[in-house]
């Protein structure tokens, strides 16, 4: 089963593949994940990425494709997209590589989550930089004020969370990405799922819609 979350950056996309990818044992995939530990490697990958994860852009189709079939070509269980695709052309690429492979996309599922509240949602978020836990200082603070429950490391406010990226990452999705959702209600693996309660009510009705398609 290959699985694609879409939404707005903030929307819960990361807390929700944890959870799916450990209870259907999928592979979880997070391109922000891969670019983030570039740029902290200081590999050439976070070098040609960096600017554009600062500025709220998103990196080019063709770039972000021949990261990803790197990273699964040699995977055999289950696919967990998260923050990819982001655009209607790296979704095609996506279902070219896989219709070479005999596979496909099996369900997108959308998190609707009202522009507002992940704006306040983004604006509250810290990350610890070392195990990469992220925090929520209105709904899940740490323990002790800025630093990390796991690791103790000092927990900091991405650049891409800063006020006046987030505007702009916000519009860089509605222009791109929102599209996605035509796309993938046109092929019918579509699935909205209001993201706005708590974590565990949106994972139940996300596990009994691919518990349906499963079956």
Not at 76 to 84: A, I, K
Not at 130 to 152: A, T, V
């Amino acid at each position: 089963m290959n699985i694609v979350l879409l939404g707005y950056p903030g929307s819960g996309k990361g807390t929700q593949a944890k959870a799916l990818s450990e209870k259907f044992s999928l592979f979880h995939i997070s391109t922000g994940d891969i670019f983030r530990e570039a740029i902290a490697a200081n590999a050439p990958l976070g070098l040609e990425v960096a600017d554009y994860l600062a500025a709220g852009r998103l990196v080019p189709d063709k770039l972000v494709l021949e990261i990803i079939k790197d990273r699964i070509s040699t995977e055999t269980r289950g696919l967990l997209f998260d923050g990819f695709p982001r655009t209607v052309d790296q979704a095609q690429g996506l279902d070219d590589y896989f219709t070479a492979r005999n596979q496909a996309v099996d369900a997108a599922l959308f998190l609707d989550v009202d522009e507002e509240e992940v704006v306040q949602r983004l604006g509250s978020r810290r990350t610890c930089p070392k195990c990469r836990k992220i925090y929520n200082l209105l709904s899940s603070p740490p323990l002790k004020e800025g630093l990390c429950d796991g690791c103790g490391g000092k927990l900091v406010l991405r650049e891409d969370d800063k006020p006046e990226v987030i505007h702009r990452r916000l519009g860089v999705y509605k222009d791109q990405t929102e599209p996605l959702i035509a796309y993938y209600k046109g092929i019918g693996t579509f699935h909205s799922v209001k993201g706005g309660r708590a974590p565990e009510e949106v994972a139940a009705e996300i596990s009994a819609i691919l518990g349906n398609r499963i079956a």
